[in-house]
């Protein structure tokens, strides 16, 4: 069967492989008689599903022992109260906005903690990240929030900050919800980082939150029991029912990704995949990425048709051909495309295709 190619921001294409697997599966997970959905999360099948499904995350980012893994719910966006409420303390938190994705996290956190503004891209459209060196860290803070990669404008850090060299003792929080998996992460750089399923591990509905151990413990009182980091470690994410299915599926993405290499052979594809795109948007006079190049986003990658009577006609002809969900988010507008792990090489090729015909066809 041939599929045709998804490109969307998510929830987004996932290995076909992977959902080949979850159909053999889907009515008898290795001669139980049961779904994984019917299963209790505190049995032995699913509990043996759940520990693989985090040890082999453990592995293909490489998360030191220092670090717990957490399966919770609730998506990025309810990071952006469970993160404050969890080590903020209600005191000063500082945040880098470069684009949609830290803004919202930037304004949901002023409801439980001062929050201040370190960094700001506004000025520029959000196309840029400003340079560390001047951003304005305050000597109190509880942590330091960014987004490390911009679903919505693109822009991703190529290098984590190292606030350390930069004089701050506050541990780091990214929103790694639209990268994770697509290349390896700096943990000596990071206290927490989280990140929804949905984009690059599986289907919506899991959020992964990856802490280290000493941040826990210093939740507000009127944090949510099922969100509290602390209880939720001790019961090794199962103090509520978790998300099993898509545990499950996430833990299917791992292996998958394990057989493709890891995330280090990921990361050059995707940097192949990016490139191949970015090379060929930068060389036409017909379409154009606003982006500052170093900070440009592989995962998401935004842009335009300089003729924007056209657009129509680009993505209709795109759908004939089998490329979906290009449209741009409506904040932004134009044109998208999400170019996650599952998304192969030929995607990108095909899409560069249809890109160089249109633009021919329409001179
Ligand atoms: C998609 C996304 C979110 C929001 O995730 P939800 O699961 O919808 O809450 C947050 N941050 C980033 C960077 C995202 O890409």
Known sequence: ?????????????????VLEQAAR??????????????????????????????????????????????????????ENAIVPLNLSGGGAVDFVV????????????????ATGLAANNEADGHTSIPPASGWRLRPDAAYVHLCSNETIHGVEFHELPDLAALGSQA????????HVASRPVDWSRVGLAFGGAQKNLGPAGLTLVVVREDLLGR??????????????????????????????????????????????????????KAALLYDFIDGSSFYVNKVQPSCRSRMNVPFFLRDESRNEAFLAGAQARGLLQLKGHKSVGGMRASLYNAMPMEGVQALVAYMREFEKEQA
């Open 1 to 17: 069967m041939t599929r045709p190619f998804n490109f969307s921001a998510g929830p987004a294409v996932m290995p076909v492989e």
């Open 219 to 272: 939740a507000l009182d009127i944090c949510p029991s099922a969100f509290n980091y602390r209880t939720v470690a001790n019961n090794a994410s199962m103090f509520n029912t978790p998300p099993t299915y898509a545990i499950y599926m996430a833990g299917l993405t791992f292996q998958w990704l394990k057989r493709q290499g890891g995330v280090g052979a990921m990361e050059q594809r995707n940097i192949a």
């Open 98 to 113: 470069t684009g949609s994705w830290s803004q919202k996290s930037f304004k949901e956190a002023g409801k439980y903690c």
């Open 171 to 178: 541990p780091l929080v990214i929103d790694f919800s639209s």
């Open 25 to 78: 599966e889907m009515l008898d997970w290795n001669g139980t008689g049961m779904s994984v959905m019917e299963m209790s999360h505190r049995g032995k099948a699913f509990v043996s599903i759940c520990e693989q499904a985090e040890a082999d995350l453990r592995e293909l980012l490489a998360v030191p022992a220092n670090f717990k893994i957490l399966f919770m719910q609730g998506g990025g966006l309810a």
